[in-house]
């Protein structure tokens, strides 16, 4: 009831989060004792959704589009979801087509004042969405799992360790970040955690893909967030997030079982090598990958080299695929001698560095080149032409029609809260006009009776019906607040039938 009441008295200016502890005491339950002992345990079902944070910008782009593909292709179980940390609700998102993969927006957490950190996003972004702030409707149950993932991540097999998450405890991939960044400066943030710590301890060493069930995530987000402020003040690491993950884990008494599941660094032989594997087939043909039945992901957070030919993700923040133009908006292609030596390196041993690189190309670049090849092919012809430059109009999503909504919102409250007395009442008709005072003025009645639900307008009846006249009358062309335009039909025809 109180729920209810904030949402419709209060709507635009209180946000309740979807997982609220607004909670209505009641008797307790009462077991249905006769039919106890022949209840059978129900089989432990959950959802799956593997999630990744991004701002909003042509570069993550592409590689969301990358692990949509490669998502569909691998068959992955359950959802993937991109959190978009994005402050412009006109930015235009390239298409998709995948029923399984959704978008949804949170605001962009990565400047605190003169410090910049867009990793800040990860942990901010999860919080506010598995709290329920945005507007995704289809939010994790608390025994659903989440999976955590960079965006320049590559599912590389559809076996994820998903049936061993429990309560309290989740699975991670190992990480070569040893231990001395504790005993140098995070111990002061440990809360007593970290004596159990030893030098060569696995509990300090990991990082996403991070799974675990959804209520133990989101308890992990939200001091996880709080860490990455406390600790930004110390250090300025770019892994500084990854650090604050670990420390929260250990406060909450979350236990994550690291695991050899990850592979991006070709020149470091701490990563697991040693159990990476070329598939059955070691020609090039990108699609459902069978590189290594243990490798559950590649990371190209790194460059790859073979010969001349050179591929890192950051030399491409140029490309837009929203552009649908193949020629220059693509990645260079290797010389017909890097072909030869990748062709020569495929299926060698994994110890040799040529052949870690090729591997690496194998599993990243050709992926994401397929991915973008496919969009093109999907949703660019040869007459397509999208329009991304700042100056242009975008195609109006439902983003921006709720966007609309709550700037119009605003401004009639504030037309509202200047120029009509709101009194909460049950609901009434109104048919009466008001002296300059405010008092009642039986001699100026309205023979037009407006019904209005929740409110009584006190005074200045006049001006509330030629506002809403004056907006019924612009044919699209609306002005809710003195010239001051708005552009969406949809807009007028809502808060037409809102009035």
């Not at 409110?455 to 200045?460: A, L, M, R, Y």
Request: hydrophobic share 40%; proline share 5%; glycine share 6%.
């Amino acid at each position: 009831k109180l729920r209810s009441f904030v949402e419709e008295y209060f709507a635009g200016r209180v946000t309740l989060p979807k997982r609220s502890g607004l909670l209505i005491p009641s008797e307790p339950a009462v077991p249905d004792v006769a039919n106890s002992e022949d209840a059978k345990p129900e089989a432990k079902t959950f959802r799956l959704f593997s999630v990744f944070s991004t701002e909003c910008s042509p570069f993550q782009d592409w590689q969301a589009q990358t692990l949509i593909h490669n998502h569909r292709v691998q068959q992955i179980q359950g959802y993937l979801v991109r959190l978009l940390a994005c402050d412009d609700p006109h930015y235009v998102l390239p298409e998709h087509s995948y029923d399984k993969y959704r978008v949804v927006r949170t605001p962009n957490f990565g400047a605190r004042g003169d410090d910049v950190y867009s990793p800040r996003n990860k942990p901010f972004s999860i919080a506010y969405w598995l709290d329920g702030f945005s507007d995704d409707d289809e939010l994790p149950d608390d025994d659903d799992v989440v999976a955590i993932i960079d965006p320049d991540m590559i599912f590389l097999s559809s076996d994820m360790n998903i049936e061993s998450i429990d309560s309290g405890r989740g699975v991670a991939s190992g990480y070569n970040l040893g231990s001395t960044w504790v005993g140098e400066w995070a111990w002061k943030f440990c809360d007593g955690k970290c004596d159990r710590i030893s030098d060569d301890s696995d509990d300090v060493s990991f990082g996403a893909p991070y799974v675990l069930k959804a209520n133990d995530m989101l308890r992990l987000a939200n001091l996880w967030r709080t860490l990455v402020d406390e600790m930004r003040v110390i250090d300025q690491s770019w892994q500084l997030e990854m650090y604050a993950a670990i420390i929260a884990a250990l406060r909450l008494d979350i236990a994550f079982t690291v695991e050899k599941s990850m592979i991006a660094n070709a020149e470091d032989d701490a990563e697991p090598w040693d159990i990476a594997m070329w598939g059955a087939s070691s020609a090039p043909e990108v699609g459902k990958l069978d590189l290594t039945a243990t490798i559950q992901v590649a990371h190209y957070c790194q460059s790859y080299s073979i010969s001349s030919f050179r591929w890192y993700k950051h030399d491409y923040h140029g490309l837009d695929i929203r552009k649908c133009d193949p020629l220059n908006n693509s990645f260079s292609t290797p010389s017909s001698n890097d072909l030869r030596l990748m062709a020569e390196n495929r299926g060698e041993d994994l110890q040799s560095k040529a052949a870690r690189n090729v591997w690496l190309l194998d599993s990243t670049m050709a992926v994401a080149r397929d991915a973008i090849e496919n969009y093109y092919a999907e949703f660019c012809t040869t007459s397509t032409e999208i329009v991304v430059n700042n100056e242009a109009s975008p195609p109006p999503s439902m983003f921006d029609f709720r966007s609309s909504l709550a700037t119009l919102g605003r401004k009639i409250m504030a037309f509202v809260d200047a120029n009509l007395g709101l009194i909460p009442s049950e609901p009434m008709s109104l048919g009466r006009a008001t002296s300059g005072e405010g008092a009642y003025d039986a001699s100026q009645d309205s023979t037009e009776t407006i019904s209005i639900r929740s409110f009584v307008i006190g005074s200045h009846e006049t001006k509330f019906k030629d506002f809403l006249q004056a907006n019924l009358g612009s044919e699209g062309e609306f002005n809710w607040v003195h010239e001051e335009n708005g552009w969406d039909q949809r807009v007028v025809d809502e808060w037409v039938g809102l009035a």
